[in-house]
């Protein structure tokens, strides 16, 4: 898996949660319970975690994915591409959470 300076608000911790699971998590908690990709990881407890201590920057993460470059995103190993971790962001984004 490959590791991404994030050069934004909160970078840091969203570097140490990864994009592309970020996204399939989020992606799993609101839109759909059969996507679970994000569970294909040795750190995925670890990385929830960071995710649950970091709500403040959520919607803010999901604006800069939008933005990312699709041959990073790609480079995951939880197995989704960067055409759907940016469409699965979109929609997280159109469901407006909390």
């Known amino acids: 898996m490959a590791s991404h ?3 934004f ?3 840091d911790k969203l570097r140490r949660i990864g994009a592309t699971w970020f996204v399939s998590y989020l992606y799993w908690k ?10 294909n990881i040795d750190t995925a407890e670890m990385r929830e975690r960071g995710l649950n201590n970091s709500k403040n920057f959520h ?11 699709h ?3 790609d480079r995951n190993g939880i ?7 940016i469409s699965h962001a979109g929609t997280l984004i159109n469901k407006n959470l909390p």
């Open 59 to 69: 919607k803010f993460w999901l604006t800069q994915i939008l933005k990312m470059n």
């Open 79 to 85: 197995g989704v591409n960067a055409v759907d971790t």
């Open 30 to 39: 609101h839109c759909d319970k059969k996507h679970l990709n994000w569970k």
């Open 5 to 7: 300076d994030y050069n």
């Open 71 to 73: 041959k990073n995103l």
């Open 9 to 11: 608000q909160g970078g």
